[in-house]
């Protein structure tokens, strides 16, 4: 595939005929471990899977049910486990701690750093979920296999000499960072209460659409006009998350007023 991607990178219409092979590639990984698990009666396990792959995997029939989870509630990347059980299995899902090792003198780190010196030391990005900063410290999701290796060689980020160190699990602190928000809409489209969630322009809500930057539920949404319901989760690319509660009310020019839960 490294061949191929060399070959056409100059050519618009075969870099997209590129994305369709691999997921092309995905569909059938996903087809192989949802086999194995029915036929083996045990829970499979893919890598970290971005939204695009999340979305893929929703839109398939599969005969074996499956579950997606990244390490914590709310979690963007995240290993699919297939099987009948999947949702009570371990996921085999491990925490670095990485702390500067004298915090007066480090850098202010942030999820590029954290992220280039792990791609630095030759670690691919499926092995790697998400990447959560608090008090200058990385925790990073990643699959147990490697946890050991970046404990290892995982020494600095940026100018910074880091001390790395398996944890158990977050800090309290920072396992659930949702902020609750009321906010006045004129309707509850998708476009319309993303635009007021995050005050974006009309314009700039459709182009988060047109670059297929919308995820509704962890399956790709392009229908800026689909109404939402309680308990949906958005995500926008490069924005964030939220959870859609519900209507609260309505104001006396008849617009809803509504209540979200925003992660940023």
Known sequence: ????????????????????????????????????????????????????????????????????????DMAERCIAGFGYESNEAVFPIAIVKAEPAMQKFADKLSHRDILGSLMGLGIKREVI?????????????????IA?????????????????TVADKLPDAIGDNAKEKEIIVASIRLDTVIAGVYNLSRNAVKEYFTNRKIFVNSTLCENFSYNLKDSDIISVRGKGRFIFIGILGNTKKNRSIIKINLYE
């Not at 990447?131 to 147990?144: A, D, P, R």
């Open 1 to 72: 595939m490294a061949c191929l991607i060399k070959l056409y990178t100059k050519s618009l219409k075969k870099q997209t005929i590129i994305v369709i092979i691999n997921f092309m590639d995905i569909e059938k990984r996903f087809y192989e471990l949802a086999a194995r698990a029915d036929e083996r009666c045990y829970t499979t396990f893919s890598d970290f899977l971005n939204m695009e792959e999340q979305s893929k995997l929703n839109k398939m029939k599969l005969n074996i049910p499956y579950t997606l989870f990244g390490g914590y």
């Open 148 to 164: 050991e290796y970046i404990c290892r060689n995982l020494g600095k980020i940026k100018h910074t000499s880091v001390k790395c």
């Open 129 to 145: 979920g998400d990447i959560i900063i608090s008090s200058n410290t990385g925790y990073i999701f990643c699959l147990e296999s």
